[in-house]
């Protein structure tokens, strides 16, 4: 493999492709950098900062999101170094306190589970995130309101109330803050000067250094979601900071922080609960696996990724390469130019070290049999269904969205999507079709289902759905029926814009619109008051609550309150 070497005639060019996809995307700033283990050979930062034009410099700090997961793994493996905690210790070791309801028994979650979102806790609790008087501790308050998802080690759904248990069990271990304990033991030995802010007050008193948010207008805004309680996010990186701590995985130099095998241990791929597919995976902090491009000579990505409303982060090593790449943005659809800098600028690298990715090619055979009893039913995940309808002819047919598609059986397990009707006339949208496979396996007592989704130049393949459960629809959810509108905070109504409980023949549906974005979310009916969300991953299994006085109705979902309209 050639020796990286990038030209300044391809540098100019990277800087066109981040210009051009900020300016798509209106995006104000944004900052990128290309990264080996010894050296920084590109980096480059754009637009600017605030209302005012100042230039983005490499002094600003912006907001990484959940890319703070990693610190946080790191000061979990430093305290097991230390013989502080041991990964499989039960949480309720360090936090005695902690209780949440549960419908699944009540079977220890370990710290190991947390780090790898397989605890079965729920996802978030909104207002505990974006109140500004809550703290770290109050997790502990707000989960006893939660029910249990899943039993630990059943499912993979991401938690940021679990990492906010990962500060907690820090401190209780450390006997230091959070805040505290990274400064002294992540942030010294790494020479990162990143800031954990998760108040209005501590961030304005570094306002002078920090990146302001910015709507898809371009307008500057303050993020609801600027409170985030810390473990979970709240941290702010200048883009030197995350190519010091990128440097640290990519050398595999302990430097005093933790054992040779501890960071082996967290940037090794797991098995997992999915170990049969290779699909996505999460580890101790880290993703992996999320990226396949089409050539072996690539090899595996980790990372992670970061997203509040208005700022996001990805921060992604090709170990096999020594290579790798980090994208920050301060505006509302910088998700979207990220996705494209990223792509154009990964290919050209990968061309320089000599490796050409092929367009995408269906490398798969068919086969001829039968489909599995498994895939003859209907699946859901949190906002998307795919509806199993038989024909006449006995062939299967589903329905996921507008598209109609058929499954046609691989050598390999996969089912491929075969577009249908009249939508299979538009080419785009067959081309996007035709690249989806899907996986059904037996996890635990339910059918998962897994997708693959194939690009022009790489593959990503996730856990996606798990099979559809009919509900008995009572009477009180009968009578709750119709629209409602938030309650609560101000930050709350910024992000639930309106919710909607209506039934479709025998579903129960709750359609949220939430920063932006559709939902619906199908419920099963536990009793009058309590109903949980069906799918698989993220938001699965959570609770959704009614409490119903005479004609007038209250849900909770995700913590946030509405109120039905008169």
Known sequence: MKKLRIPTKQKHTFEQIIKKACKKAKVKGANFAIVGPDKTYFSYQYGTVDETGEPNDPKQHMMIGSSTKMLTALAILKLHDDQLLKLDDPITQYLPTFSIQSRLGDEAITIRQLLMHTSGLPGDDYPLITSE?????????????????????????????????????????????????????????????????ETKKKREQHSDILSQSFDRKGQVKEDPLGTLISAGSSTYSTLDDL????????????????????????????????????????????????????????????????????????????????????????????????????????????????????????????????????????????????????????????????????????????????????????????????????????????????????????RITMAFATNYEPSNITQAWEDALGRYKPYGNENNEKLLEFAELKKQKDNLILRVKMVGQVMNLYLKVINDHEAIIQGYGRNARETVFLESQETNHHLRVFGLACTKEK
């Open 243 to 458: 190519i010091k701590l990128m440097q640290f995985f990519m050398n595999k130099d302990p430097i005093n922080l933790l054992r040779k095998d501890t960071l082996k241990m967290m940037l090794d791929c797991p098995d997992g609960i999915h170990k049969q597919v290779n699909s996505e995976r999460v580890g101790l902090g880290l993703r992996h696996r999320y990226y396949r491009f089409n050539s072996k000579a690539v090899g595996p990505v980790f990372g992670h990724g970061g997203n509040t409303i208005y700022h996001h982060s990805t921060f992604d090593i090709f170990p096999k390469l020594n290579i790798g790449f980090i994208a920050m943005t301060n505006s509302e659809l910088g998700v979207k130019a990220i996705m494209q800098m990223n792509l154009k600028i990964m290919l050209k690298v990968f061309k320089l070290l000599g490796i050409r990715v092929p367009k995408r090619k269906y490398a798969y055979t068919i086969v001829d049999k039968e489909l599995p009893e498994s895939l003859k039913q209907s699946f859901l995940s949190p906002g998307l269904n795919i509806t199993y309808k038989p024909t006449k002819s006995g062939k299967a047919r589903y329905k996921m969205q507008l598209f109609t598609f058929t499954l046609t059986p691989c050598h390999d397990g996969y089912y491929r999507a075969t577009p249908r009707g009249i939508i299979a006339r538009l080419p785009l949208i067959s081309r996007v079709i035709k690249g989806l496979r899907f996986r059904p396996e037996s996890v635990g007592d339910r059918t998962v289902l897994y997708l693959e989704m194939q690009r022009k130049y790489h």
């Open 133 to 197: 008087s809550n703290t770290l501790s109050d997790t502990l308050d707000v989960l006893k309101k939660h029910y249990r998802t899943t039993k630990p080690n059943t499912m993979y759904a991401y938690s940021n109330l679990g990492y906010s248990l990962l500060g907690l069990i820090i401190e209780s271990a450390s006997n230091s803050s959070y805040t505290d304990y990274l400064k002294t033991h992540i942030f010294k030995p790494l020479k990162l000067e990143m800031k954990i802010l």
